[in-house]
């Protein structure tokens, strides 16, 4: 067995010369051998070291002239501030603490900055790759971010999503799965779902499987929102779903083994995984932002991971002040040229043998949401492939549904015509039909429930939801399609300070927001206790906020920490008059 131990690396040395010229405050390093950036805070004789490396999607920090006493750096991605002072983000406030390095002195006072790395899990028990036979392992996509692994005599399925809609309403399959999908399904012999967001946790498509096979292995990984915490609420039966511990290997058979790891900035709720087959491992990130916290395994045979952008309501939903259609356009460039870049050099970094962008074929398709579909660009699979070609010898394939690549054959000659198996010829690629009516008369049918008959239910669903102590007012407005007030419907105040309902604005100095959202979707999320990430991420709503700052605990709240049992509208309803 290899000796698993932490390891200390040196990342940036300085000597005692630019030690001695540390000036008061922040100070801006780089690595020229490595190209990494470091940021040194000094306070008399105290210091403290970090990463130049944003926590929230790794930007790169730059000096905030705003602030006057030095202390802070400002995010050039999203304007995100950090104290180096206290190593806390203070835009958005109360989200992150950002990591620090150890500072090691030498004896002429010269500096290096340490960090000390655990060992990687994915090391312990190592296996040699053994060669693999034509046909041996073959990976087939179905569609978005669902793969289907054939692994010797073994089936195995990454986040089935192939039919009906994900976030409420807001996305739907960009790619028409191979017909044949629920066989497929059924035949595996577990499945693997990486997080709990409905283009990868998928109802509608669990529904049909569990209806022939409710006993079907999936496996989860163990996070602080439990992935199917949902479950019971959702009429799905699955009797088989495994919650199984972070960074250890999880035996299948002799030969095949999967390890799933957390996400770095969302270890609540995100996961990715590790399969290994006869010593040939393959890393799908899934939507990661910094899958186990950046430390991912090199060489492997094959690796997948999200490309696309656009997956979050900003900016695309928000309007007033800097939102100009103008200025939205610029920045979604920006970002995903930002995003493309990104995974083209942390692909160059960990050099696969084969990449494969997936989990981003989706679709605003619904008629209401053209704005969306118009104004929210997805990066393009093959762009990225090109710029990783260019700048490694990386192989690099972009999927089409029902198309399978052999590893054996790709591992042994990346030429090889029968490498990648494309779909036979007259396949249907692009889906230019969704089955919408099923979908939202789901949704509508919580227009008309009991519980809105009574204005009361906005205390109870907020005095639920849990969330107080927090200076913020919000106006909440129930809209019809074109996010206009519906006729009827709701339109209140809710001061988080101290959870009241005000009729106007209270005197006190406090931030605002506006929130717009389509009748039936919020009243199907508040009826269930659902997340408000249908709301957010499904385009659902219209936002505008005043000044124009991002309240993570708000959101994170409402997105991830709500209570995992639906309000009891039963006792409410018995209570009303």
Same mark, same amino acid.
């Given at each position: 067995?290899?000796?698993?131990?932490?390891?200390?690396?040196?990342?940036?040395?300085?000597?005692?010369?630019?030690?001695?010229?540390?000036?008061?405050?922040?100070?801006?390093?780089?690595?020229?051998?490595?190209?990494?950036?470091y940021i040194l805070y000094k306070e008399k004789d105290h210091l403290k &070291?970090?990463?130049n490396l944003c926590k929230h999607q790794g930007g790169l920090f730059m000096k905030d002239i705003e602030d006057l006493d030095g202390r802070s750096v400002k995010c050039t991605k999203h304007n995100w501030k950090l104290d180096v002072s206290t190593m806390k983000y203070i835009n958005p406030p109360g989200s992150f603490c950002q990591d620090e390095l150890v500072i090691e002195m030498d004896e002429n006072n010269g500096l290096s900055l340490v960090e000390l790395n655990p060992p990687n899990p994915?090391?312990?028990?190592?296996?040699?790759?053994?060669?693999?036979?034509?046909?041996?392992?073959?990976? /087939?996509?179905?569609?978005? &971010?669902?793969?289907?692994?054939?692994?010797?005599?073994?089936?195995?399925?990454?986040?089935?999503?192939?039919?009906?809609?994900?976030? &409420?309403? !807001?996305?739907?399959?960009?790619?028409?799965?191979?017909?044949? +999908?629920?066989?497929?399904?059924?035949?595996?012999?577990?499945?693997?779902?990486?997080?709990?967001?409905?283009?990868?946790?998928?109802?509608?498509?669990?529904?049909?499987?569990?209806?022939? $096979?409710?006993?079907?292995?999936?496996?989860?990984?163990?996070?602080?929102?439990?992935?199917?915490?949902?479950?019971?609420?959702?009429?799905v039966r699955l009797t088989n779903i495994n919650v199984v511990p972070f960074g250890i290997w999880q035996?299948?058979?002799?030969?095949? $083994?999967?390890?799933?790891?957390?996400?770095?900035?969302?270890?609540?709720?995100?996961?990715?995984?590790?399969?290994?087959?006869? !010593?040939?491992?393959?890393?799908?990130?899934?939507?990661?932002?910094?899958?186990?916290g950046g430390r991912l395994p090199e060489k492997v045979a094959l690796m997948m991971s999200d490309f696309a952008g656009? &997956?979050?309501?900003?900016?695309?939903?928000?309007?007033? !002040?800097?939102? /100009?259609?103008?200025w939205k356009a610029q920045f979604i460039k920006a970002e995903r040229r930002k995003l493309l870049n990104y995974k083209a050099q942390l692909v160059k970094d960990l050099q696969p043998r084969i990449y494969c962008p997936f989990a981003g074929y989706f679709v605003e398709s619904h008629p209401s949401d053209k704005y969306i579909k118009e104004t929210n660009t997805k990066n393009d699979p093959n762009q990225l492939n090109n710029l990783i070609r260019k700048n490694s010898d990386v192989v690099t394939w972009t999927p089409r549904p029902g198309a399978v690549l052999d590893l054996g054959r790709m591992l042994k000659d990346p030429t090889d015509s029968k490498g990648i198996v494309e779909p036979p010829e007259g396949t249907k690629i692009y889906k230019d039909s969704w089955d919408f009516g099923p979908y939202l008369e789901i949704l509508n049918s919580a227009v008309r429930d009991e519980i809105f008959c009574h204005s009361s239910w906005i205390k109870e669903y907020f005095t639920w939801a849990g969330f107080k102590n927090y200076n913020l007012v919000v106006r909440m407005i129930e809209t019809d399609e074109d996010f206009s007030p519906f006729p009827g419907g709701y339109d209140y105040l809710v001061d988080f300070l101290d959870l009241s309902f005000p009729k106007e604005r209270p005197s006190r100095e406090h931030p605002y927001e506006e929130i717009h959202s389509r009748v039936d979707v919020i009243r199907y999320v508040v009826k269930n206790g659902l997340l408000w990430d249908d709301l957010y991420i499904g385009?659902?709503? $219209?936002?505008?906020?005043?000044?124009?700052?991002?309240?993570?605990?708000?959101?994170?709240?409402?997105?991830?920490?709500? *209570?995992?049992?639906? *309000?009891? +509208?039963?006792?409410?309803l018995m209570h009303c008059d």
């Open positions: 067995m290899m000796d698993r131990k932490q390891t200390a690396e040196t990342l940036l040395s300085l000597s005692p010369a630019e030690v001695a010229n540390l000036k008061e405050g922040i100070n801006f390093f780089r690595n020229k051998t490595t190209g990494k950036e &070291a970090c990463k994915w090391d312990s028990d190592p296996r040699s790759p053994e060669e693999l036979a034509f046909g041996e392992v073959q990976i /087939t996509y179905l569609t978005h &971010a669902c793969m289907d692994l054939k692994l010797g005599d073994k089936r195995m399925v990454f986040d089935p999503w192939l039919i009906g809609p994900a976030f &409420a309403r !807001g996305w739907w399959l960009l790619h028409e799965p191979p017909s044949d +999908w629920l066989e497929r399904l059924c035949k595996a012999d577990l499945i693997y779902i990486s997080h709990m967001h409905s283009d990868h946790l998928s109802y509608p498509t669990l529904k049909q499987l569990s209806q022939r $096979r409710p006993d079907i292995p999936i496996y989860v990984g163990d996070t602080e929102r439990p992935v199917f915490w949902n479950l019971g609420q959702s009429g035996q299948v058979d002799k030969s095949l $083994r999967f390890m799933i790891l957390m996400d770095g900035v969302h270890p609540e709720m995100d996961t990715c995984i590790i399969v290994e087959y006869k !010593g040939h491992k393959i890393l799908n990130t899934v939507d990661c932002t910094r899958p186990n656009g &997956a979050s309501g900003f900016p695309m939903t928000f309007s007033g !002040g800097k939102f /100009t259609e103008e385009f659902q709503t $219209r936002l505008l906020r005043d000044p124009d700052i991002y309240h993570h605990l708000f959101w994170n709240h409402f997105q991830i920490k709500l *209570p995992l049992t639906p *309000p009891n +509208w039963k006792s409410f």
